[in-house]
């Protein structure tokens, strides 16, 4: 596989995973929904993303990775997709240890009796969110710049 199919698949995974992460960070915060609208919209997310987004950040980090291990040549380049690499892994550390164990909760509530401890799960939700939304922005833009302005100079 040559190194600008790498890159390119790579551009499309890292803006999959940021865009998502950040449509969500946009478009559904949940701060003022109902108990019930907040179960129905979280419930019917982690049904449509708990499995997928895994999976499209694997894929990714091994991307960045692979596009590091081709430019390892080039200390800036190689040093910046492995920073990019490294925010995509703390971006699926904090999916893994800080969201997922509350969609697990989530995932077994009735919208009709939801628990009284809603709003500190929605918020503590909402807090890993952030920091995995920015993190994986960080990344985007890393790779971004990478292909924009450093390897266009590399390769005249």
């Not at 559904?28 to 993303?49: D, F, G, K, R, T």
């Not at 993190?135 to 450093?150: E, P, R, S």
Request: aromatic share 12%; charged share 10%.
């Amino acid at each position: 596989m040559n190194k600008q199919l790498v890159r390119l698949l790579n551009l499309i995974m890292a803006g999959l995973i940021a865009g998502t992460l950040f449509g969500i960070w946009i478009g559904y915060n949940p701060q003022n929904l109902s108990p019930q609208a907040y179960v129905e919209q979280q419930q019917n997310a982690i049904n449509a993303l708990n499995t997928l987004m895994p999976i499209l950040g694997l894929i990714t980090i091994i991307l960045t990775l692979t596009s590091a291990t081709l430019h390892k040549s080039n200390a800036t380049i190689f040093g910046a997709f492995l920073g990019a690499a490294g925010l995509f892994i703390v971006s699926g550390l904090v999916t893994r240890f800080g969201n997922q164990p509350i969609n697990s909760i989530v995932m077994t509530w009735n919208k009709a009796e939801v628990p009284t401890t809603w709003v500190e799960l929605r918020d503590k939700w909402w807090f890993f969110h952030t920091i995995r939304t920015a993190t994986a922005l960080g990344a985007f833009c890393l790779i971004c710049w990478v292909n924009i302005f450093k390897l266009t100079a590399f390769q005249n």
